[in-house]
């Protein structure tokens, strides 16, 4: 994996961070804790999928940025 310089190392560190989170969410095994009763759940496994797609998201749109996408760069003269 090649290391950015300049503008897009935030966006590298910053997709580091994501893919932690990612990785603990994963691990936390939400349809597992699915089979159990609602009073053994330690956290509700609907509300951690969300959180899964919500930070698969948030990878793919730093991705976006990273190779240079601006959004709204479609736009001119302020009209869609």
């Known amino acids: 994996m090649n290391t950015p310089t ?8 910053l997709k580091i961070e994501v893919r932690k989170e990612l990785t ?3 691990s936390s095994r939400p349809q597992e804790a699915r089979d159990l009763p609602i009073i ?7 509300d951690a ?3 899964e797609v919500g930070l698969r998201g948030l990878i793919d749109a ?4 990273e190779n240079g996408f601006i959004p709204n ?5 302020g009209h869609p």
């Open 6 to 13: 300049g503008g897009n190392e935030f966006l590298h560190e």
């Open 24 to 26: 603990l969410a994963e």
């Open 40 to 46: 053994d759940w330690l956290f509700d496994p609907v």
């Open 49 to 51: 999928e969300h959180g």
């Open 62 to 65: 730093i991705e976006a940025l």
């Open 73 to 77: 760069s479609h736009i001119e003269d």
